[in-house]
């Protein structure tokens, strides 16, 4: 096991000792990679909405919302025709007051969807947990009543088996509730650690630092929490473009992406990210540090006519193998040779 765990894959350069990780750690990892053949990372898309609107916030203020032409109900629609598993619906409005305040619409969205809906925002009470579950949702997300009321929590997973979420968003290695505002003295570790023992079906874990576009932000805080916990961890705040999802893949323990803002920008074709996330590709020794600082795309202008992302390669052989042009074998001996080629 320890001679799988010393590799160097594409941009990651990521090496760990497996025998100086914890036991809790070791197993955690080894489960990961022995899911590596049946492991495949679900794109949630996500629709987020204010006032009724389809909506991103600036730096999760409520104050700077990038309001799209593209209805919520539409949105679903579009995504659903494009061949989403999922969809993850937030009701910002209830985020940053508690609530239901764009409930009517999400319903809708709830009842036309032929695909599983995930929903949060503003369910702070256990009432509001039943509400959603009794008007069609197939799992709902806890943020801040998580932290705050643990008790609550237990007793929803202990209801609504593999159907409750925690959210977690973090900056700066400390835990953030009530839409971004308050800081907790919980560090993302502590609370994922929590909400394992208390049964949550999975975490959500939100890199504010990463969502911000700091230059020196990775993927090592999502990975950390990853390679931790035994349950699945759904990585949000982390793609901007079809490169990052395909560096998500290869990490362990990720089951799925919540993507928003790349998808209505159209920086990312949910076709493409849905492809690329398909089939396996947990590499455990990326367990260490995860994703080291983004390297710098070059700009359009100066990019030679070859130039080609890792994402972009990725799909373009994903493409060939479903259309019979390589074999089972072959695709996964370009892929490793890919791989190799993007170390270099």
Request: net charge neutral; charged share 20%; glycine share 8%.
């Amino acid at each position: 096991m320890a001679g799988l765990l010393v590799k160097q894959y594409a941009h990651f350069q990521a090496i760990i000792d497996f025998n100086a990780l914890s036991g809790r750690r070791q197993r955690g990892l080894a489960a990961a990679y022995s899911a590596k053949y049946k492991f495949q990372m679900i794109i949630y898309p996500d629709i987020e909405i204010q006032n009724s609107q389809s909506v991103n916030l600036l730096r999760g203020l409520r104050e700077q919302p990038v309001t799209y032409n593209l209805s919520p109900r539409d949105a679903a629609r579009q995504f659903q025709a494009a061949g989403a598993e999922w969809l993850h619906i937030v009701d910002l409005d209830g985020v940053f007051q508690g609530g239901r305040h764009n409930a009517e619409l999400m319903c809708q969205i709830i009842e036309e969807a032929k695909v599983p809906v995930q929903v949060a925002g503003g369910l702070r009470t256990e009432n509001a947990v039943d509400w959603w579950f009794d008007h069609g949702a197939t799992r709902v997300v806890l943020g801040t009543v998580a932290v705050k009321n643990q008790n609550l929590l237990r007793d929803v997973c202990s209801r609504y088996p593999e159907k409750v979420v925690v959210s977690i968003d973090a900056r700066g290695g400390y835990v953030l509730i009530d839409g971004w505002r308050t800081r907790t003295s919980f560090t993302p570790m502590e609370l994922a650690r929590n909400f394992e023992d208390v049964g949550a079906a999975a975490i959500i874990y939100t890199d504010i630092d990463r969502f911000e576009n700091h230059p020196e932000s990775s993927l090592a805080a999502t990975t950390e929490i990853a390679t931790a916990i035994r349950i699945p961890v759904i990585s949000t705040g982390t793609v901007d473009t079809l490169d990052d999802v395909s560096y998500l893949k290869y990490l362990p323990n990720i089951s799925g992406v919540i993507v928003g803002r790349a998808l209505f920008s159209k920086a990312v074709r949910l076709e493409d990210a849905i492809a690329v996330a398909s089939g396996p590709g947990v590499d455990p020794s990326l367990a260490g540090e995860g994703v080291r600082t983004r390297a710098p795309v070059p700009p359009k202008a100066t990019r030679a006519s070859n130039y080609r992302t890792l994402g972009r390669e990725l799909l373009d052989m994903d493409r060939a193998h479903k259309a019979g042009a390589i074999s089972d074998s072959q695709y996964e001996q370009a892929k490793s040779d890919l791989l190799q080629k993007f170390s270099s």
